[in-house]
Structure formats: structure tokens, C-alpha cells
């Protein structure tokens, strides 16, 4: 039996003791330089306008403040729109660029940096500094209100579906019609760490940047080209990134600040965002979807069509693939989507966990749902009456799609069939009960990735590349791939992350970080393997001399053979042997792209939820949720389980109490702190269980891994709206389902 | 957050001459409020004065059969106090659903009391706040307003008061004792705070420099018919979008003393006496209850996202009332 087999396993997280100790070091606590200075953020509390006046000479003159960065003294930068674009900055537009003049576009917009010798001093000189303004009160905010100004973006992030079949006429045809309209408002991040970067300055502008991101050479890349570094003067590391949820997709402001004040004054500086001013910067765009649907009389949908329209800034055209899960997850021959932006007084939106796929999927799973009571049919049961066997956005057959067994399953667990068709017939006190369901689906990504791998004479494996961890397990998980590709002791492998100085790895996003880091791990172990291999053939008196790879297996540090397992050399035998002291490899994975090509390729999930809701007050709790998920081949049940609770907490704040509230007056969103920003509270979550499906692919990566980063929130809120209306009879098609819609 | 200056004092004269020294002084307790405001320059004191070592740490038997609270106890201490929790337990279960257990265990008495309000444009000094800033007009009428009053509003402010406590306090027609530089007097509860008005930057009636010593607790028959329901936008941790202290005293099905508070309606715990009384001597029935709920709300004005707080009150009355008299299993 090999032991030393860790893929499927629930290993603990490697890095959990250094966590729990505090240990494990963020961005904003890396002090290892005495005289670091402090860096204090002033937001804009004008919305849109201008600078007309700035007076630094009161906060200059309190003693321990070195500068006050504004619009006036900062130039020479960067001057092109590309120097400021990121890896995931949207196609069209200029990103905003602080300090860069006195226009002010969004509310919170920073207009200044104060820096000084302690944190304390910078926050209370950030207060001294006078700022007069040219107020411009004519502001567009509010999706709804300005759905007039809606346009075509000049391209897509993702391009919507074409049209299939004639939507319009299926819909007149159809005996049963359905539409309504779903809406969301703005959301953001919060992760718990706040974003903050620490610079530690080194002679001849050399710096070691700590940075709040997901992805050190994206940040690395970004403050290369605006302010001329090279590779060497700029070394972005990021060991550990505490939540992140997209927030550290693109590199954020104070990123930008820290490094221009440490260049400035050749001093080490530290810039942390308030809590407040996590609220100044992307979030989740308000979006709302018209959908109709039609059906026959017996169930199955004749016609789809979706027009959305999402919220953009003044200065990027952000978009997300909202429209196409609606063409995607069931089959229906005739669609048509639409999805256009509206430009308004914020900042420019930016991916949040499972982007797109969480708001397009919530709408076309309220809008089946309600779809399957209008034809009387069980809403599980007409999503399996109506289910996709290939997909028909791209014409091309799954990589794999255990969708079936997800809804089989989770209904199983649940207790679905027991469940009374008909709306208001559950009830417990003044409680009312509803049960309900929905789909939901991710894509299953691969990306090019390059790692790093050397193996030393004691039989000890590091491995890097340079992801990040934020949060997800991936130190974890990477190191399981390691040790079992190399037969190895799990605590004989070290796997490294979070240094723009390590082998290219790309953004953490999208959930393929499993599968395109895995693959990469798993390759460049197989170098290894195989030159360990053949210098195991060549030792004196090799009793591998004759074998071939297939006739041995790696097992716990030793090169075995299969037929006899007394017969095996040790790793450290056969390099001391071989008198080598260090392998090393570096290996670059490609996703195989012709194969991959030609299917579609997709994580999946059925999410089941009881809620009670208060029938005289309105209040909503979620008693009980299944989610079940096909997500490939599980690398570790233990973190893969986190992460599906992770999202199904967040899928339940979505609908019922996430919500930053734009004051349409002024422009500003006035929730800006957790006190009145809600997510769930332990109080708030009951019980949560995650199965997952087997499912076999050998399409999307070598691993067969497909990422499980998002598909856990996705179709979660749905969800609950549907049980909603099965508990009350009221479909309410805006979110967060707060008390007042339900009263 | 400004600079400031801070002492730490043992008695009372010296808390209070300290102030004199000073232009903007503050006492501090527990800080689980001011330190919020001062980091968001909302409060900004130049000196704080540390008044948790005062010896008004005291949990005290009245002579008349009441309990007197010392306002340097915790929140938690008084929650959990054996006392409160058999003679009071409206006012524990109103602490302890509010805050979270870190807050309540620095948070004191006192301080529960001198708590502002949560209003989004009072936090914010980007925007007008008559309460902030006297004069600069009320962001909030116009803006966005789901957590506001309904109640004894203004046109200067829709602020409310968000505490959980001082709900119960009121119902329990507490007395709050106070001292100064012109002695000591005591303010019965429904005086302590006050409605805006054309002063919305005052919150309560305490006069300048006076600090709560302590808060006094009559004694009543309240401890058997009781609830404290708190309507908020998720299970814990979050201001009452509409709270609601019920005390009664019944005989047999019959009430024979009423006391009803509400909190997150006004800008002060909300009582109303001549609706109360609609139920003295009457039977416990929900056509009593719903005649007492529209009574509290007759005069209830919305603001637009406030406005289905009219309706949630009135449940909210009703729901307390039935779980009081015992017509509903207790939340």
C-alpha cells in the first residue's frame, strides 16, 4: 500500500499552526526595519468636481509629519493609459490614476497621503489638511434611475451568446410565459485584512514591497511601468493574503501611494486602508435583468432572453458574463441576450467572487423556477426535464457534467421528495417553511503556469512558483500534489508562494488555481521523478538497472519495485550514490488548448435550502442548506469543504442582507462600515452540508481538477428566493430579501 | 482622530474640576462609542477624562425593595447579575441582545446611556448633520433612512437612539442619578433623554459635567410577564430596526399593569402612557393588542425607507404582548 498518498486526502492546512499563531504575516505587519514611516489616506467627501484650493501647511507643520502627496506635487509618472493597466483591468478605458490631477469622480476618491512617524500623527494630520472644491451636483448615480443612458460597452470582458432559434417568436408560441425583472445593488469585498502595502526602501530605490494582492506580479508589473523600476527594484511579496474575494485582483490605490512615497523619501512606508475606505474602490456591480421565458404546456422551455445592465465608472467599461449561464444551463433552442453598461459617478467595478456567474445565475434560476410553477411542475423536476446534454452556447460536448448526480444526490440528502408542492403549506408557530433549489455552474479554467522545483540530498522537496493563498488552501493542497507526483513524506515538502521573484504564475482568480498551479506542481515533480529515476538505474549495482518507470512506484521517500517491495533505494541512497546533491527543475505547463477547445468545460452544483420566515415580522432565517458539487477530482475534501461553506455563508448574505447603499443625493455610499454593511453573523448560519460528486475528467488539466473558488456561492441565492416563495407565496426579484419585502 | 491629553481619576471633584482645565474635554468609560466617534472625527475631545476607576462600581439593595445599578458596572455584569436576572429579567435579555459579548463586557451602564445615534450621516462628516453640526440641515429626511425614527422626529433630525438597555430601563420606569458641580439629583427615565426638536445635538438632559452614578431599578411584578423583542436585519449584532420591552403584571388573564417601550423608533426610548393604559385591568387578548399598537403608532410619520417600520412596530407590539401573557412561546 503506498503511503505516502495524499491527493483526495483531508491533510490539514499546512500553514494552519502559522495562522493560529500568528505567525503567519500580512502586509501591513511586516516591521523588519526600524524608522518606517506611516502613510494615512484623505478620501474625497465630494463626489464630483474639482480641487480648487489645497492648504498642507498646517498638517506640514506638526513635527513628525515628512509630506502631504496631493495632485499639486505629484508628477513625472507614467503618462500612457497602458502603464496603469493591470492583468485584470477591463479592456476599454483609463484607469484611474491617483494624484493625477484635481478631478474628482467617485466619492472616497483619495486626494492626498500624509506621511509621517507614526500612524497616529498621519491620521491626525490627515484632518488639518484644507481642501476647497468646485462642487459638481449633477451627478448620475443609481442603475435604475438612469437605465436611459444604457449602451453597448465598446467590447465584452466575456462576449454575450449569439442569438439561437427566434427567441421572440418561441416566447408568442409558448403556452407558458414568464417574465420579471432581478436586481441587485452594489456589493463590496471586506475582506477581513484591510488592503495596506508596506515598502521597505533599500539603497538605490531598490524595494521590497509587501502587498495586500492576488497576484505579486500583477502588482509588480503595475508599479514597474508607472514609475520606472526595474525587476530587481521592485520585488512584490505576498505570503499571506487574509480574504480577498477579487478585491486583490487589480492593484489598489495604497499600493500606488506607498511605493511613490518611499521613492520620494527614500524612507520604508506603510499604507493600511481604513475600513471605511474599503468601501472606495471596486465592488459588484448593481445589475438587473430582465428575463422572459416560455415553455410548452408540458415543461420544457422554448425560449430565453435575458437583457441586462450593469453599472460602470465614468473612466473604465467594466462587464462580467451575466447573460450567457442563461443559455448555458438548460437546453433551449431559442435565446437571445443582450447586456449593457451604464456609466455613472463611482469607481469602476471589479470582480467579486464568482463575478458574473453569481448574478446572472441567480436571475435565470428565480426566473425557471418560477417558470416550473406557472407549468405546475416540481421545480427540481423541471430543471432535470429540461436538462442540457451538451452546450449549446458553443455547440460542444461536456468535458464531463455530473449535474444529475449533483441534483440526485443533494435532493437525496435533503429530503426533497417530501416536500409539499404547495406554496404557504409548511409551517411551524408563525414560522412559514419553504423549500428550494437551484443550479449552479463556474467555469473550469486552465491557465499557463511555470514552477520551480529542487530536490536536496535529504530527501527534502521545495517547490515554488509564484501564486498566492488567499485563504483558498493552496499552500496546502500544492504541497499534497508535490509530495504524492514524488512519492514523498508530506513533511518533507516545503511549497512556496507569494514572491514576484519566483516562476510566473497568474492572477489567484477564477478558481483555476488548483488546476493550473496543480498541473504545473505535478509536471515539474515528474522532472524530477524521472531524473531521479534514471540516476537510480545507474547506481552501483542498481537493482533498477534493467527497469522501466512502470516497473517501481515513489512511495514514501524510496523508489520501490512493484514486484518485490523489499527491492528499493531510498532518494537520498541514490543521490549520495550518485554524488549530486540538489535536483533542480523549472517547467513551465501549458493547458492543452486543441484538446480543451473542443469541449465545454464547467464546474457544477445543486444548492437545496429550508428557510423560516416570520410571518408577521418578515424576518428570514436559512434553517438547512445541501449543496452538492461536481467539481472534479477533490485534492483535499478537508479545504475544498471550507470553501464550499465559505461561498454558501456568502451566497446567504447575498440574498438577505448584503447591500451598500447609494445615497442617489450626494453619490455616496453611506453603509461605509461593517456596523450597517451586513454579512451573517454565527447566529445568521444553521446547518451546512457539502457533498461532493464523483466526477471524472481528463479534458480540463493532467489533475482533473476543475476549482472550487467560486461555485459555492453561485445559485445560492436563488435559491433561497425560491424557497422564499415556496415558504410565502411572495416573489420578491430584488436583493437582499430584508424583513420590509416580506411584511 | 485628534490629539488629546488623558487622566486617569479616583474621585469625583477631581473628574469634575478636571474639566474646567480644558476646552473640549470628555469623560470615558468603557470607550466602546466614543473611541468609534473620535476615529471618524466626530468626536473630537482634547483631553479625556478616565472615570472607570470612580466608585460607582456598586450593585445595591434599595430599601424600598429596587436595586440600584452603579454606572461603572458592564453591560455583562448587570446581564448576568443573579439579582437582575430574577427581579429584572426584561432588562438582562434587552443587554444581552444587544452588541456583541466583547462590547458588553467593557461597555458600562452609564455609558449605555450616553450612547449616540447610528445614523449613517451623523457618522459621516462628509455630509450635513444637524445633530454633528448644528445648522448644516439633516442629510438624512431626504436621504437614505431606513433606520430612523418614526416617532417624535423633527424636521431637524430622524435620528434614533440605539440602545437596547435604556428600551427596558424605560419600561421599567427607571431613575437615573446623576452628580455635579451643583450636587446630586435624580432624573426619572423618561426625562433623561429628550426628543431633537430644534436641539438635536443634545441628546439627553444632563447638564454640564454632571455624570450618572448609578440607575435605579423600582421594584415591580414584572419578573413573570415579560419580553424583549428586537427586530434587526440578521440574527445578532445589529441595531433594532424596531425593539419592543413588555412588561405586564396579570392576574389570572387579566392585566392589571402595562408597560410597553419601543427602541430604533425615536430618537429616545419610546413610551406611551395613555396607550399603555388601554390595557389596564383588561383581558389579555390580541383585539387588545392590536388596539394599543395602533394607539402607539396613531401619530407615526415615515420617511420613505423608514416607512415600513409604522406597520413592523405594530407587529412587533402585538408579537411582544402575545409572548408576555404567555399566548406565545417567548422568542
Known sequence: ?743 | MNRFTFASVTDISTAIAELDEHDTPKYIAGGTNLLDLMKVNVEKPDHLIDISNLAFNQLEELPDGGLRLGALITNAETAWNKQVKTRYPLLSKAILSGASAQLRNMATNGGNLLQRTRCYYFYDTATPCNKREPGSGCSAIKGYNRIHAILGASEDCIATHPSDMCVALAALDAVVNVTGRDGDRSIPFANFHRLPGDRPDLDNTLGAGEIITSVDLPPNNFAQHFEYLKVRDRASYAFALVSVAVALEMDGNIMTKARIALGGVAHKPWRNTEAENLLTNQVAVMENFKKVADAITKDALGYGDNSFKIELAKRAVIRALMQAAGLEVQS
Open chain 1, 1 to 743: 500500500m503506498i503511503t505516502t498518498n495524499y491527493i483526495g486526502q483531508p491533510v490539514n492546512r499546512v500553514d494552519g499552526r502559522a495562522k493560529v499563531t500568528g505567525q503567519a504575516k500580512y502586509a501591513a505587519e511586516f516591521n523588519v526595519v526600524s524608522g518606517i514611516t506611516y502613510g494615512f489616506v484623505v478620501s474625497s467627501p465630494v463626489t464630483k468636481g474639482k480641487i480648487t484650493a489645497v492648504n498642507t501647511r498646517q498638517a506640514l507643520s506638526q513635527k513628525g509629519v515628512l509630506q502631504v502627496f496631493t495632485h499639486e506635487n505629484v508628477s513625472g509618472l507614467a503618462w500612457f493609459d497602458r502603464s496603469y493597466k493591470d492583468q485584470d483591468a477591463p479592456k476599454d478605458g483609463s484607469p484611474f490614476r491617483p494624484f493625477q490631477n484635481n478631478e474628482i469622480q467617485f466619492s472616497l476618491q483619495p486626494i492626498a497621503l500624509v506621511v509621517a512617524e507614526t500612524y497616529e500623527l498621519a491620521r491626525y494630520a490627515a484632518s488639518l489638511i484644507h481642501f476647497e472644491y468646485e462642487v459638481d451636483d449633477q451627478l448620475v448615480v443609481g442603475l435604475e434611475q438612469n437605465l436611459d443612458k444604457a449602451r453597448k460597452p465598446k467590447s465584452y470582458k466575456v462576449p454575450v451568446t449569439k442569438p439561437r432559434g427566434d427567441a421572440n417568436e418561441a416566447f408568442e408560441q409558448s403556452a407558458i410565459k414568464h417574465h420579471g425583472d432581478y436586481y441587485h445593488g452594489s456589493e463590496h469585498h471586506n475582506p477581513m485584512e484591510m488592503h495596506a502595502t508596506t515598502v521597505i526602501y533599500g539603497d538605490d530605490d531598490k524595494l521590497t514591497i509587501y502587498d495586500k494582492t492576488q497576484g505579486v506580479q500583477n502588482s509588480q508589473s503595475y508599479v514597474k511601468k508607472i514609475f520606472g523600476l526595474s525587476d530587481d527594484q521592485a520585488r512584490v511579496i505576498s505570503p499571506f493574503v487574509g480574504g480577498a474575494f477579487g478585491s486583490g485582483l487589480r492593484p489598489q490605490y495604497q499600493l500606488f501611494m506607498a511605493v511613490l512615497a518611499s521613492l520620494e523619501l527614500k524612507r520604508s512606508v506603510k499604507v493600511v486602508l481604513t475600513r471605511q475606505q474599503m468601501f472606495s474602490f471596486g465592488h459588484r456591480p448593481a445589475t438587473l435583468q430582465k428575463v422572459i421565458i416560455g415553455a410548452s404546456a408540458d415543461g420544457k422551455l422554448q425560449s430565453i432572453i435575458n437583457k441586462a445592465y450593469t453599472e460602470t465608472s465614468q473612466f473604465e467599461e467594466y462587464t462580467e458574463n451575466i447573460v450567457n449561464w442563461s443559455g448555458y444551463l438548460y437546453h433551449c433552442e431559442n435565446v437571445d441576450f443582450d447586456h449593457q453598461i451604464v456609466s455613472q459617478d463611482v469607481y469602476t467595478p471589479l470582480d467579486m467572487r464568482a463575478p458574473g456567474g453569481v448574478t446572472g445565475v441567480y436571475a435565470i434560476e428565480c426566473a425557471v423556477d418560477e417558470t416550473a410553477y406557472k407549468a405546475g411542475i416540481d421545480p427540481l423536476e423541471f430543471r432535470m426535464m429540461n436538462y442540457a446534454e451538451k452546450d449549446l452556447n458553443d455547440d460542444l460536448p461536456f468535458s464531463s457534467r455530473e449535474l444529475m448526480q449533483c441534483y440526485l444526490q443533494g435532493a437525496e440528502r435533503f429530503g426533497w421528495r417530501k416536500r409539499n408542492p404547495e406554496v404557504r403549506s409548511m409551517r411551524e408557530g408563525h414560522n412559514l417553511i419553504g423549500w428550494g433549489v437551484a443550479t449552479g455552474a463556474w467555469e473550469a479554467q486552465q491557465m499557463p503556469v511555470r514552477a520551480k522545483a529542487k530536490l536536496s540530498a535529504d530527501g527534502k522537496l521545495t517547490v515554488s512558483t509564484a501564486t498566492s493563498d488567499i485563504g483558498t488552501g493552496t499552500y496546502t493542497s500544492m504541497t499534497q500534489v508535490a509530495a504524492e507526483t514524488l512519492g514523498l513524506p508530506i513533511e518533507d515538502v516545503l511549497f512556496k508562494l507569494g514572491d514576484s521573484a519566483m516562476p510566473l504564475a497568474p492572477l489567484q482568480g477564477g478558481s483555476w488555481t488548483a488546476a493550473s498551479v496543480g498541473s504545473a506542481v505535478k509536471l515539474v515533480c515528474e522532472d524530477i521523478r524521472s531524473k531521479l529515476f534514471s540516476m537510480a538505474r545507474k547506481v552501483d549495482n542498481s537493482p533498477f538497472a534493467n527497469a522501466d518507470t512502470d516497473d517501481v512506484i515513489f512511495d514514501s521517500g524510496k523508489i520501490i519495485s512493484k514486484s518485490n517491495p523489499q527491492v528499493y533505494l531510498t532518494v537520498s541512497e541514490i543521490m549520495h550514490q550518485s554524488g549530486v546533491n540538489v535536483i533542480e527543475e523549472d517547467t513551465t505547463s501549458l493547458p492543452n488548448m486543441l484538446k480543451q477547445k473542443q469541449y465545454s468545460r464547467y464546474t457544477h452544483s445543486a444548492v437545496f435550502v429550508e428557510v423560516k420566515v416570520d410571518e408577521d415580522l418578515g424576518t428570514v432565517h436559512v434553517t438547512r442548506v445541501v449543496s452538492a458539487v461536481a467539481g472534479g477530482r477533490i485534492i483535499n475534501p478537508k479545504t475544498a469543504r471550507s470553501q464550499v461553506l465559505g461561498g454558501v455563508v456568502w451566497g446567504i448574505s447575498q440574498a438577505l442582507q448584503e447591500d451598500t447603499i447609494l445615497d442617489n443625493n450626494i453619490g455616496r455610499f453611506m453603509n461605509h462600515d461593517l456596523a450597517e454593511y451586513h454579512i451573517p453573523v454565527n447566529a445568521d448560519i444553521k446547518d451546512i452540508e457539502v457533498i461532493f460528486v464523483e466526477e471524472h475528467d481528463d479534458i480540463v488539466n493532467p489533475l482533473g481538477v476543475k476549482g472550487l473558488g467560486e461555485i459555492g456561492i453561485v445559485g445560492v441565492a436563488a435559491a433561497i428566493s425560491n424557497a422564499v416563495y415556496h415558504a410565502t407565496g411572495k416573489r420578491v426579484r430584488d436583493l437582499p430579501i430584508q424583513l420590509n419585502k416580506l411584511m
